[in-house]
């Protein structure tokens, strides 16, 4: 019993420190997110004065049309440091976390008919209903299924997965599957840190942001990987309604 209230204890403090040092990244992201929008809108607004000057010479118009996919890239990833340097209170509500699960899966079916996964969906139950934020945690979960979309090989399979588990402690866990080659141990230690990425065009936001949120709900995200399997786990701390 003590050795386990130790462990707690490390686990507790391992926790708050990691909170207060994204807290600081955080304010320092939303900051940088900021000096870099204003000229980032006056060089888009150039850009597309530059391709209304184009005319029909093909040159021109696919540079101008390159040039404004990056631009939306780096919006994007503008937006995703403020998300992260912004401090968001929970909005917490009695809400069933099985069916955000099940209808981001169903809005976002296009995506992984495109590369030609199949979806294998589990859930040990659906009934249960608890306090969160169906908002923010649909962002977290939307992330680890794009993610593993992405991840797998083209005609595998996704597995997403949630229930209850009793030990250590009573939590509504969800689980996402991808048929990926695994995440290499050299960079495993990574994984959560903000800006880090093994994706061509990826920010290294994502997960980063989606570990701040299930953090918020005094929740865990983790995850184990091996050769055609990464698996990410949330969970969440269960009081049913």
Not at 193 to 213: H, P, Q, R
């Amino acid at each position: 019993m003590i050795a386990r209230d130790v462990t707690q204890r490390r686990k507790l403090e391992q926790r708050v420190a990691h909170s207060e040092r994204m807290a600081a990244i955080g304010e320092v992201a939303a900051g940088v997110a900021h000096e870099i929008r204003n000229p980032l809108f006056a060089i888009s607004s150039i850009s597309q004065i530059l391709g209304m000057e184009c005319g029909q010479d093909p040159e021109l118009v696919e540079l101008s049309r390159a040039m404004g996919s990056e631009i939306q890239r780096l919006d994007g990833i503008v937006e995703d440091l403020l998300t992260f340097g912004r401090r968001r209170d929970l909005e917490l509500q009695t809400a069933h976390p099985s069916e955000v699960l099940d209808e981001l899966l169903a809005l976002n079916a296009a995506v992984f008919e495109e590369r030609g996964l199949a979806v294998e969906r589990s859930d040990a139950r659906p009934d249960v209903a608890f306090r969160f934020d169906p908002g923010q945690m649909k962002q977290v979960l939307l992330n680890l299924v794009l993610n593993a979309a992405q991840a797998s090989e083209p005609g595998g399979t996704v597995r997403v997965e949630s229930g209850v588990e009793e030990s250590p402690d009573r939590h509504w866990y969800a689980r996402v599957v991808d048929g990926g080659s695994g995440i290499p141990d050299e960079v495993r230690g990574k994984v959560f840190d903000l800006f880090f990425t093994t994706k061509e065009k990826g920010s290294g936001i994502g997960l980063a942001v989606s570990k701040k949120i299930v953090e918020a709900h005094n929740g865990t995200l983790e995850f184990t990987s091996q050769p055609r399997e990464t698996a990410f786990t949330v969970r969440l701390p269960l009081e049913e309604a």
